[in-house]
Nanobody
Framework: QVQLVESGGGLVQAGGSLRLSCAAS????????LGWFRQAPGKEREFVAA???????YYSDSVKGRFTISRDNAKNTVALQMNSLKPEDTARYYC?????????????????WGQGTQVTVSS
């Protein structure tokens, strides 16, 4: 099990950029798959991006080409670089971790979660 703490959220204008970071504590961080999910008010939590322990990456169609997920195993962190932000990207963003070889977009399948960080994109 890992403990996750997100940071980097905020208010940004459409077209702008933000970088989210998630710091993890716990053992064997490098063996975990890591993911980012988001949830807007009144909506289901949805998959954004994930990265495998071997650095393979996955993205939802809605963010592909605009967002980049990366990990730093030496620092026990995972980041989400978000460019060309749109108002529809507004949501609370959550970091997730699980010891699975191939990440899933199904949020209920992930074991460990952070508390989230709010991202608001104004038009």
């Amino acid at each position: 099990q890992v403990q996750l703490v997100e940071s980097g959220g905020g208010l940004v204008q459409a077209g702008g950029s933000l970088r989210l970071s998630c710091a993890a504590s716990g053992r064997a961080f490098s063996t975990y798959a890591l993911g980012w999910f988001r949830q807007a008010p009144g909506k289901e939590r949805e998959f954004v991006a994930a990265i495998r322990s071997d650095d393979g990456t996955y993205y939802s169609d809605s963010v592909k080409g605009r967002f980049t997920i990366s990990r730093d195993n030496a620092k026990n962190t995972v980041a989400l670089q978000m460019n060309s932000l749109k108002p529809e990207d507004t949501a609370r963003y959550y970091c997730a971790a699980d010891r699975i070889p191939y990440p899933t977009s199904v949020w209920r399948a992930w074991t460990d979660w952070g508390q989230g960080t709010q991202v608001t994109v104004s038009s």
